[in-house]
């Protein structure tokens, strides 16, 4: 017989985004409050519906602009005019995990350095950066401490995979580099680490960890003093994207 799309029910599919970055030395990620329904003015992660003419990489790289002003890392770019780094990172289709009608979503994974605040446009609000145990708790709070729902949709079960994915593989990769400026000191990357994982770190045992594998970090040449003290020697990410032996996360 004959293909007839009319034989199957009609679904939609979004992408959201878990966009991580560290403020004031802790994990936050991007909620924005919605302006319509459903869920109209709960906090829940940015995203929207893929359009017809877009695959889902290209819906992603469209709502992270549109949130957050940024463009995905493009690998082929030269450094310095590289984005924010975006992965997929799981699907998501339970049949009602959606209200309006069935709804798949991709979420996408995002890691920027530390970002300005954010705007809210389109059925959105407001917006904000929030520590991501503060949107993970039962009940969460706003931003003035009063007491709020918990994320709209599935959102909170999407944040808690995306948090995890960014906890687990800063332990072999060079992740926790996307969330540093273009040059920095092993002190910040450090702090990034802390901030990832909640935890404090040994200085000394950490430094000679990043730097013990060839290509991990490339010293700039330069010095700086941003973070007082003595002036501290400036790297960059290096072209070795897996650090060896790997820097297995602490128990808490």
Same mark, same amino acid.
């Given at each position: 017989?004959?293909?007839?799309?009319?034989?199957?029910?009609?679904?939609?599919?979004?992408?959201?985004?878990?966009?991580?970055?560290?403020?004031?030395?802790?994990?936050?990620?991007?909620?924005?409050?919605?302006?319509?329904?459903?869920?109209?003015?709960?906090?829940?992660?940015?995203?929207?519906?893929?359009?017809?003419? =877009?695959? *889902?990489? #290209?819906?992603?790289?469209?709502?992270?602009? /549109?949130?957050?002003?940024?463009? @995905?890392? +493009?690998? &082929?770019?030269?450094?310095?005019?590289?984005?924010?780094?975006?992965?997929?990172?799981?699907?998501?289709?339970?049949?009602?995990?959606?209200?309006?009608?069935?709804?798949?979503?991709?979420?996408?994974?995002?890691?920027?350095?530390?970002?300005?605040?954010?705007?809210?446009?389109?059925?959105?609000?407001?917006?904000?950066?929030?520590?991501?145990? =503060?949107? *993970?708790? #039962?009940?969460?709070?706003?931003?003035?401490? /009063?007491?709020?729902?918990?994320? @709209?949709? +599935?959102? &909170?079960?999407?944040?808690?995979?995306?948090?995890?994915?960014?906890?687990?593989?800063?332990?072999?990769?060079?992740?926790?580099?996307?969330?540093?400026?273009?040059?920095?000191?092993?002190?910040?990357?450090?702090?990034?680490?802390?901030?990832?994982?909640?935890?404090?770190?040994?200085?000394?045992?950490?430094?000679?960890?990043?730097?013990?594998?060839?290509?991990?970090?490339?010293?700039?040449?330069?010095?700086?003093?941003?973070?007082?003290?003595?002036? @501290?020697?400036?790297?960059?990410?290096?072209?070795?994207?897996?650090?060896?032996?790997?820097?297995?996360?602490?128990?808490?």
């Amino acid at each position: 017989m004959p293909y007839d799309p009319s034989a199957f029910p009609p679904f939609a599919v979004t992408v959201d985004l878990v966009v991580l970055t560290v403020r004031r030395h802790a994990l936050c990620a991007l909620a924005v409050r919605r302006g319509e329904s459903p869920f109209q003015g709960r906090w829940a992660l940015p995203g929207g519906f893929v359009r017809e003419d =877009e695959d *889902l990489s #290209q819906a992603a790289a469209r709502e992270l602009a /549109e949130e957050t002003g940024l463009r @995905a890392h +493009d690998p &082929a770019a030269p450094s310095q005019d590289n984005g924010a780094h975006l992965e997929q990172l799981a699907t998501y289709g339970d049949p009602k995990r959606d209200p309006r009608m069935r709804v798949v979503s991709v979420a996408h994974l995002a890691l920027a350095p530390d970002l300005p605040a954010p705007r809210a446009g389109g059925d959105v609000s407001n917006a904000r950066w929030a520590p991501v145990e =503060e949107l *993970l708790q #039962q009940g969460g709070y706003g931003r003035d401490s /009063e007491p709020v729902a918990p994320l @709209a949709f +599935d959102h &909170a079960q999407i944040l808690a995979d995306g948090v995890e994915r960014a906890r687990s593989k800063i332990e072999y990769s060079s992740l926790a580099t996307a969330f540093c400026p273009s040059e920095f000191t092993v002190g910040e990357l450090r702090r990034v680490y802390e901030a990832v994982w909640g935890v404090a770190l040994d200085p000394r045992n950490f430094h000679r960890k990043v730097t013990g594998t060839p290509g991990f970090l490339v010293p700039t040449g330069g010095t700086t003093t941003r973070q007082g003290g003595r002036p @501290a020697q400036l790297f960059r990410a290096g072209g070795a994207t897996l650090l060896n032996p790997p820097m297995l996360r602490p128990e808490v």
